[in-house]
C-alpha cells in the first residue's frame, strides 16, 4: 500500500538554485518523515514534521505541512552536488511507516 | 560509533536456495525492520519487530522469514518460496515505536541466477 506519493519524479537543478519537492499523502497521520537515499546506499532521515506543525527547518532544509490538502514539501535552498540523491518522504499508518516511490534530485555544476 | 551493520553488501544465490541477511544494531533499539526496495520504487515492508522474540508480517512476507532472538540482531531469511527475490534490502531500527525516526543499514542487493 503506498501512501505518499512525491512529485516530481525526478528533478534536475544547476548547483546554487533551490529544489522543491512534494508529497501527497491519503490518510490522517501522526507525522510526516522525510529521507535521502544517496545510490546504492542506505536512506538517511532528514527531518520529522508533526501533524500539528506547519513548518521546520533544519540548515538549508525547510519542510512544510499542509494537513488540510494532506501534502508537504522539502525545499532545498542554495543546492549543492552532494544533495544529489533521492527523497522520500514517509507517513505513519498503524505501526508502519509508508513510504512514497521517492524524487530523484540531479545537482548539475 | 553506533549504528546498523548489514552483510554481506552484495549476495548472490541460485534458484531454489535460501540465503539469510544479517542485521546488527548498537543503538540500543528495541525495534528492528526489514524493507525491500525494487528500482525507482519507494520501501516495502516485509517483517517487524517491536521487542525480543516477537515480529509481525508487514506487506509482502511471503517468502521471508525472520527471528529476533538478541535485541541487536534481526537476520532475514529469504527462502526459495520467495518467486522474485532480485532485491536491494535494507534493515532499520527505531527508538520504540515506528512513528519515531529509523535508522538505516547499508543496505544487501540480492541477486537471483
Known amino acids: 500500500s503506498q501512501q505518499g506519493e512525491e512529485d516530481p519524479q525526478a528533478l534536475s537543478i544547476q548547483e546554487g538554485e533551490n529544489a522543491t519537492m512534494n508529497c501527497s499523502y491519503k490518510?490522517?497521520?501522526?507525522?510526516l518523515q522525510w529521507y535521502r537515499q544517496n545510490s546504492g546506499r542506505g536512506l538517511v532521515h532528514l527531518i520529522l514534521?508533526?501533524?500539528n506543525e506547519r513548518e521546520k527547518h533544519s540548515g538549508r532544509l525547510r519542510v512544510t505541512l499542509d494537513t488540510s490538502k494532506k501534502s508537504s514539501s522539502l525545499l532545498i535552498t542554495a543546492s549543492r552536488a552532494a544533495d544529489t540523491a533521492s527523497y522520500f518522504c514517509?507517513?505513519?499508518?498503524?505501526?508502519?511507516?509508508?513510504w512514497g516511490a521517492g524524487t530523484k534530485l540531479i545537482i548539475k555544476p | 560509533d553506533g549504528g546498523i551493520t548489514q552483510s554481506p553488501k552484495y549476495l548472490f544465490r541460485k534458484e531454489g536456495q535460501n540465503v539469510t541477511l544479517s542485521c546488527e544494531q548498537n543503538?540500543?533499539?528495541?525495534?528492528m525492520y526489514w524493507y525491500r526496495q525494487d528500482p525507482g520504487q519507494g520501501l516495502r515492508l516485509i517483517y517487524y519487530?517491536?521487542?525480543?522474540?516477537?515480529?509481525q508480517k508487514g506487506d509482502i512476507a511471503e517468502g521471508y522469514s525472520v527471528s529476533r532472538e538478541k535485541k541487536e540482531s534481526f537476520p532475514l531469511t529469504v527462502t526459495s518460496a520467495q518467486k522474485n527475490p532480485t532485491a536491494f534490502y535494507l534493515c532499520?531500527?527505531?527508538?520504540?515505536?515506528?512513528?519515531?525516526?529509523?535508522?538505516f543499514g547499508p543496505g544487501t542487493r540480492l541477486t537471483v541466477l
Open positions: 532499520a531500527s527505531s527508538k520504540g515505536a515506528s512513528y519515531n525516526e529509523q535508522f
Open positions: 543503538l540500543n533499539h528495541d525495534a
Open positions: 519487530s517491536q521487542i525480543v522474540n516477537d515480529f
Open positions: 490518510t490522517s497521520i501522526n507525522n
Open positions: 514534521i508533526r501533524s
Open positions: 514517509a507517513t505513519v499508518a498503524g505501526y508502519q511507516l509508508i
